[in-house]
C-alpha cells in the first residue's frame, strides 16, 4: 500500500462491519492491542497479557500472530507502563 505510519491507540472504540482495506487493517490492530488475553471464547491466546514483564516485545509477537499485513514500527507505552498505542507500516501485496 504506502511507506506511510500510522498510529493505532489502545482505546475502547466501536467495530464497524464491512470495513475494507486500510480501514479494516487498522480496526484489526486495535482489536488487538484492546483485547484482554483471555476474552475471546475461541481463542484464549488472543490479546494483551498485561502482566507480562516485557509488554513491548509481547504486543509485537502478538500483532505479528494475528495481523501479518502490518509492520509494528513502535510500541508507545504511558507512565505507568500501561499500552497507549503502537505506530505500524502497512506490508507491500505480495
Excluded: W
Excluded at 45 to 63: C, L, M, N, P, R
Amino acid at each position: 500500500m504506502t511507506d506511510k505510519i500510522y498510529e493505532v491507540l489502545c482505546e475502547p472504540f466501536d467495530v464497524e462491519i464491512g470495513v475494507k482495506g486500510l480501514d479494516e487493517i487498522l480496526q484489526c490492530v486495535r482489536t488487538i492491542i484492546t483485547t484482554r488475553r483471555g476474552e475471546v471464547f475461541g481463542d484464549r491466546a488472543f490479546g494483551i497479557d498485561s502482566t507480562v514483564s516485557d509488554i513491548e516485545t509481547h504486543v509485537k509477537e502478538q500483532i505479528h500472530k494475528s495481523e501479518q499485513r502490518v509492520e509494528v514500527i513502535a510500541v508507545n507505552l504511558n507512565d505507568n507502563k500501561t499500552l497507549r498505542s503502537v505506530k505500524v507500516k502497512i506490508k507491500a501485496e505480495k
